[in-house]
């Protein structure tokens, strides 16, 4: 079974540029779950999805916006990008009552 | 809300030796699950060892296991026989019954020393 894929794996943009990556679960899995990760905060959960729909959203502003696809392929979009948003962007997939599998990331970097 | 706390920045350990990582979490929740993730330098997170909460028999996984203390809301691992490959940050995390939401702690940073 192919694992998690993220795409791109790099990326650099400018401040006020906006930028969508892109999340390809595991095949049959129907949740996904993003995650910011950042030498000062740490691991931060962003958004789930399951089915579609999302699930659970955390404490980002709203230039920060994700979706899935019927396929549960999942991207986000980060509008306006700041210095601030600069980060390892972790995907993950799983089905609830199992362990999740993460993707390489998506290393942002914003100039 | 429910929190994990893990109070080790760093740990070392020499090779085939014995480390316990501590992870404390907080939860008013019944039914949870708790996870060990490694990332090591490639940043890819890898499960290590999970506990469902309901189960009162410490999770074991070859040398890595746990010490889960569910009424002191702790769950320690202990990794046995060090390797060199163990070296990574290891996190510890959270996740309620009812969705894919992973709460992570601040990580430990594992060195092992030939």
């Known amino acids: 079974k192919a694992g998690v894929t993220q795409t791109p794996r790099y990326l650099i943009k400018t401040r006020g540029q906006q930028v969508t990556l892109s999340c390809s679960p595991i095949s049959g899995h129907r949740s996904v779950s993003w995650y910011q990760q950042t030498p000062g905060q740490g691991l931060q959960f962003l958004f789930e999805?399951?089915?579609?729909?999302?699930?659970n959203k955390g404490n980002f502003p709203g230039r920060f916006s994700g979706r899935q696809f019927s396929n549960s392929r999942s991207e986000m979009n980060v509008s306006t990008l700041e210095l601030g948003d600069s980060a390892l962007y972790l995907c993950a997939s799983g089905e609830t009552s199992t362990e999740a599998f993460f993707g390489q990331g998506t290393r942002l970097t914003v100039v | 809300a429910q929190t994990v706390t893990q109070s080790q920045p760093e740990m070392s350990v020499q090779e085939a030796e014995t480390v316990t990582l501590s992870c404390t979490y907080d939860t008013s929740e019944s039914d949870y699950y708790l996870f060990w993730y490694k990332q090591p330098p490639s940043r890819q997170m890898i499960l290590v060892i999970r506990q469902e909460a309901y189960k009162q028999q410490n999770a074991t996984e070859n040398r890595f296991s746990v010490n889960f203390q569910k009424a002191a809301k702790s769950f320690s691992l202990k990794i046995s026989d060090s390797q060199l490959g163990d070296a990574a940050m290891y996190f510890c995390a959270y996740r309620s019954g009812n969705t894919d939401k992973l709460i992570f702690g601040t990580g430990t940073r594992l060195q092992v020393f030939p």
């Open positions: 999805y399951f089915s579609e729909t999302q699930r």
